[in-house]
């Protein structure tokens, strides 16, 4: 009887001992829900863009790596590209992350948030006017110039629940001044800071560039003086 209880308080004292098999379904399982939590964070409150056109120089530079906020702008629905907007709307000059309304396949633009719903935006003699009054944009860069086509005629009165966005570089961006405005349910986010920069061209930054990114990325570490290392964690 002694050496049964002997026997039953030591098998309790010793861990018990998995197979093989058990710890890699453990290990799976592990697996699994961290895959799943980093989905739906990177679905619902955060994701990493890459700038790949000077439109927004030089408040933001080509290879600029920004972690976007969706936290209250959007929230997507993992393993799909569909997407709900939520209760927050941009500022005026906030920087905002949308998809493009004359193509939403396209990738996400970044441009500024320069005119809000309902109001009547104007450019010219080198600057933007909304309801009348200049606004003052210390960021600019280039010349503020009138676009204008058949379809599209300043002054303009923004629709609702519309943005106007255009670019820092304005000379060099395609925005609202070609296309129209931006609806609310397009604008996803807003970056929160930058967490990498390279000096690497336009080229590894365009779409399925998967070569010329990790080139880039090799050459960051092989020539560190590729990084512009004091726009890293620049916060916005």
Known sequence: MKAEKKSLKKSQDQPEK???????????????????????????????????????????????????????????????????PLWRN????????????????????????????????????????????????????GKSERVESSEFKMPYKIPDNCYFAMGDNREHSYDSRFWGCVPRQNIIGTPVFIYMSLEAGEDPWKPGQIKERFLAYANGVIHPSTVRWKRLFHIF
Request: aromatic fraction near 10%; avoid cysteine; hydrophobic fraction near 45%.
């Open 18 to 84: 998995l197979t093989v098999e058990q710890k890699v379904r453990r290990e799976v399982i592990a697996w699994f829900w961290v895959a799943l939590v980093f989905l739906l964070i990177n679905g619902a409150v955060g994701q990493a863009r890459v700038i790949p056109s000077e439109s927004m120089k030089n408040t933001l530079l080509i290879g600029d790596h920004l972690i976007m906020s969706r936290l209250g702008y959007d929230a997507g629905i993992p393993f799909t590209n569909l997407h709900v």
């Open 90 to 141: 941009p500022k005026r000059q906030q920087i905002i992350i949308f998809k493009p309304p004359f193509d939403p396949t396209q990738p996400d633009y970044v441009k500024r948030a320069i005119g809000l719903p309902g109001e009547i935006i104007d450019i010219h003699d080198n600057a933007v006017w909304i309801n009348g009054q200049k606004l003052r944009e210390q960021y600019m860069l």
